[in-house]
């Protein structure tokens, strides 16, 4: 079903083809960005010149206000355009080349138009080389907003509409505060599949000005998260002193004292104190990176919306990006060493985007979900993100908001109870003993179960974490087995998704526990890949609620091309083994004869 609005709602007159005036700007009209849009992005230009200018004229403004102040300079261009009588030529000059300039952002401000209809995105820009992008509405994966400083004094911001691909990313920058918000509530119903009505059009209640000035200031100043405008039902906030301590226990702080140490013991063994001289820009750097990671993760709030995840941050420049319903393909809960007497973790995301290019420097915000929090904080995020992956798989496609938290309970749940256990605990299939050898600290807690609607994967025991990837998001399953885990009769799993930090692995496993978590994680993908319906998460509000939920397809071997059984290819060098069964192929728990795994039984079989 494809969503196709209505007739586009009369537009004011003076208001049309304006994004800054609050025109509708999803009629399928082209319109402009904000009026001070070339300001913004070309006054860095302009400013660069005047402060050439006032540089040339520093010892003449001296000069001037304190009579033979200073040495008078043969090289000083001001003096010598002075000195030559052809100051009024240079005025001209400067004259025309600023209307020169002032023409060309103009120009490039009329050329840059955009348009949203039912089915994309697309922005044209260029005078002399035309450039047009286009963005599909149901392969939207974000949508951020970001107010650096100066555009926030203006009441502007650059809204990014995050598409899957490398430099796919589509940027409308800058639009008004305002028509940026209403903007990207307009485009999530849209590509959500809502029906169109007055709640969801954007175009509610009035908001009460207090005259312009104010507005300004309560723009300038506004959180970047109101749950009164986004209607947020679950609200996670991240405390600024636990933020500042899980900065100094990072892995940065431990390298920048190993350097430290290094160089003093260096000045003590040689007695050279020059060395010292290299801590500088070291610490330069260094109180740097702290400052800009503190300032960007002030403010740090995590919300529930009927569109998906909402994520804002910042103190100077801000941002928030939300993320709607099935478009996170992993998450990880990782706990580092230093924040284990804490009981601290941070949640990581995979994401289908990769913004290239210079596109967006918004790295934080496309995979760091919480950056730090307890176990209380991890199981509320959880409870944000999991029900729009998991909840459709095991509920159906026709489920409420209520009903999709229900299904995704029990991962929460196992999740929560799984952060610190080790061995079978919680329903894991863990490494055997003689996994030891490969993981000498990790072969009891390295392990994975199964639940509703994706596949758990617990590891490591210095840096524990836990990664969940929803099962209609598996891209591909992997087994591999070298020499040695050929002679161990032990094997590694990859769980295939797009690429990000999160690391779907797991290694050291019993070579007969990975051939089934192959077999079984193939099978659940297919059959919770045919009832996922993630990508249209409001459509079902858009059609009458069938009396049962929809059935999930039992024979998944119907869905998988023929002839795709599975197959065993072996590195020539013995170095690699991989079992591969076409694209999510469902197993039959059988292989060649020849194959290294020897007789696997079929899944749910008793070991």
Partial sequence: M?????????????????????????????????????????????????????NSLRDQLVEFFIPGSGPEDDGDPVRYVYEHGVVGWVLLGIVVLLVVLIGL?????????????????????????????????????????????????????????????????????????????????????????????????????ARASNGRLQDRVDQVFAPELDPSAVHATRIVKVHPGRLIASMLLSGTTIFILLAVAAMIVSVALTGEYGILFGLFPAVIGAGGYYVRKFSRSLQYTIAETRDGIRIGFGLVSTSNETLPPGRIHAVSVAQPLLWRPFGWWDVRINRATNAGNGASSNQQVSSIVLPVGTATDVREVLDIILPGLVGTAVMGPAASQEQLREGSSEAVNVVDDSLTTTGDRGGFVHSPRRGAWLRPFAFRR???????????????????????????????????????????????????????????????????????????????????????????????????????????????????????????????????????????????GTVPPDSPWGAVPPPGAAR
Wanted: hydrophobic share 40%; net charge positive.
């Fill in 2 to 54: 494809t969503f196709r609005p209505g007739p586009p709602p009369p537009t004011p007159p003076s208001a049309r083809g304006n994004a800054a005036a609050a025109a509708p700007l999803t009629d399928g009209e082209w319109h402009r960005l904000h009026p001070l849009t070339p300001l913004l992005k070309g006054g860095i230009f302009l400013i660069v010149i005047l402060g050439y200018v006032l």
């Fill in 446 to 588: 390295n392990g994975y179960r199964f639940v509703p609607g994706a596949v758990l994967l617990r590891l490591g025991a210095v840096w524990r974490s836990l990664v969940i990837v929803p099962l209609p998001r598996v891209q591909s399953i992997k087994v591999s087995q070298g020499p040695l885990e050929r002679a161990l009769r032990l094997a590694s799993v990859h769980v295939q998704t797009v690429q990000g930090p999160v690391s779907a692995s797991v290694g050291a496993l019993d070579a007969r526990d990975a051939q089934r978590l192959w077999a079984e994680t193939a099978e659940r993908a297919v059959e919770a890949a045919a009832a996922d319906t993630s990508h249209r998460w409001r459509e079902r509000e858009a059609r009458p609620r069938p009396g049962a939920h929809a059935a999930v397809p039992q024979d998944a071997a119907s869905i998988a091309p023929a002839g795709s059984a599975p197959t065993v290819t072996t590195d020539p060098t013995g170095a690699d083994a991989a079992v591969r069964g076409g694209e999510l192929a469902p197993s039959t």
């Fill in 105 to 205: 952002f103009y120009l490039s401000w009329r050329m840059h138009e955009f348009r949203v209809t039912g089915e994309i995105v697309e922005v044209r820009s260029g005078v002399l080389f035309r450039t047009n992008r286009k963005a599909r509405l149901d392969r939207i994966q974000g949508i951020n907003i970001s107010r650096p400083l100066v555009p926030r004094i203006f009441g502007t911001a650059k809204l990014e509409i995050a598409q899957a691909g490398n430099d796919a990313n589509v940027q409308l920058a800058y639009l008004g505060t305002t028509a940026a918000d209403d903007l990207r509530q307009r485009i999530l119903v849209l590509a959500s599949g809502a029906k169109e009505d007055e709640a969801d059009s954007g175009h509610g209640p």
